[in-house]
T-cell receptor
Framework: DTGVSQNPRHKITKRGQNVTFRCDPI?????LYWYRQTLGQGPEFLTY????????KSRLLSDRFSAERPKGSFSTLEIQRTEQGDSAMYLC?????????????FGPGTRLTVL | DQQVKQNSPSLSVQEGRISILNCDYT??????FLWYKKYPAEGPTFLIS?????DKNEDGRFTVFLNKSAKHLSLHIVPSQPGDSAVYFC????????????FGAGTRLFVKA
């Protein structure tokens, strides 16, 4: 399967704990995106990488959130000191090339539940 | 501030009939519009798109219409099939910063056999 993969698919944690999610994009894709989706809403943009450079961060991404893409391939999203409001589906997407019309391919998401 | 609005949370249609999903947007800087389909336990998948220089784009059973003056777009599915039952997200991108896709809240489509 050469699609976008995300691990883990589900994560349950206690408030205050740190969690880390991984995204493996489609191999030749140079752009990688993170989104968050809460119940009844569409995906909300969090951040975006072009190769290893993080080029944009949403205001939604508080200081407790950090994302990396160290070698321009896979990416990790870490949430420190989790809060109940962090409970959501975290989606990763990747795309090839530049410009407005590139298609973003989404992974299945990681569902985070903070107790 | 929701820049992309899908005001119908759900829609039920009989198999073989037309499904019409609607979307409104507020940002006149949006230049590219997309529809995504999402099944449970899967990520959204791209369905069809339209550039702001067009008013219609067709791909098989799926047609997207864009009315820029009304800031409105719609997705038509005809004929509807039970396999089309899913959540449909309308999305838009600004002409600058085109990497950032703004999604609506989604419409859940039920196609009854």
């Amino acid at each position: 399967d050469t699609g976008v993969s995300q691990n883990p698919r589900h994560k349950i944690t206690k408030r205050g704990q740190n969690v880390t999610f991984r995204c493996d994009p489609i191999s030749e894709h140079n752009r990688l995106y993170w989104y968050r989706q809460t119940l009844g809403q569409g995906p909300e943009f969090l951040t975006y990488f072009q190769n290893e450079a993080q080029l944009e961060k949403s205001r939604l991404l508080s200081d407790r959130f950090s994302a990396e893409r160290p070698k321009g391939s896979f990416s990790t999203l870490e949430i420190q000191r989790t809060e109940q409001g962090d409970s959501a589906m975290y989606l990763c997407a990747s795309s090839l090339g530049q410009g407005l019309y590139n298609e973003q391919f989404f992974g299945p998401g990681t569902r985070l539940t903070v107790l | 501030d929701q820049q992309v609005k899908q005001n119908s949370p759900s829609l039920s249609v009989q198999e073989g009939r037309i499904s019409i999903l609607n979307c409104d947007y507020t940002n006149s800087m949006f230049d590219y519009f997309l529809w995504y389909k999402k099944y449970p336990a899967e990520g959204p998948t791209f369905l069809i798109s339209i550039s702001s220089i067009k008013d219609k784009n067709e791909d098989g059973r799926f047609t997207v219409f864009l009315n820029k003056s009304a800031k409105h777009l719609s997705l038509h599915i005809v004929p509807s099939q039970p396999g089309d039952s899913a959540v449909y997200f309308c999305a838009a991108r600004p002409a600058t910063g085109g990497f950032k896709t703004i999604f609506g809240a989604g419409t859940r489509l039920f196609v009854k056999a």
